[in-house]
Each structure stands twice: as C-alpha cells, then as structure tokens.
C-alpha cells in the first residue's frame, strides 16, 4: 500500500509520545500526592 511505511513510522511515534505522557502523569500525579522519595541531590 502505498505510504505504508511513511504511516508505521508515524503511528511508532505516535504510540512512543503516549507513551511519555502517561509516565509524565504517573511523575506528575505522585509529586502532587507526596508519593516517592526524596529528590536527588
């Protein structure tokens, strides 16, 4: 088909950016909470 390549790029791209949000939140939702340890010096 043709741009196939061209579009499993993109969609690698696409899930790998979901994929650093959802850790981003994860980070983001245990500073708010107070969760983890203490930062590193």
């Known amino acids: 088909m043709p741009g196939a390549p061209q579009a499993e790029r ?3 791209a696409a899930r ?3 994929g650093a949000r959802q850790a981003l939140d994860t980070i983001e ?3 708010i909470m107070g969760q983890g340890g ?3 010096r």
């Open 10 to 12: 993109w969609t690698t």
């Open 16 to 18: 790998r950016y979901i």
């Open 38 to 40: 203490a930062a590193p």
């Open 29 to 31: 939702t245990a500073a």
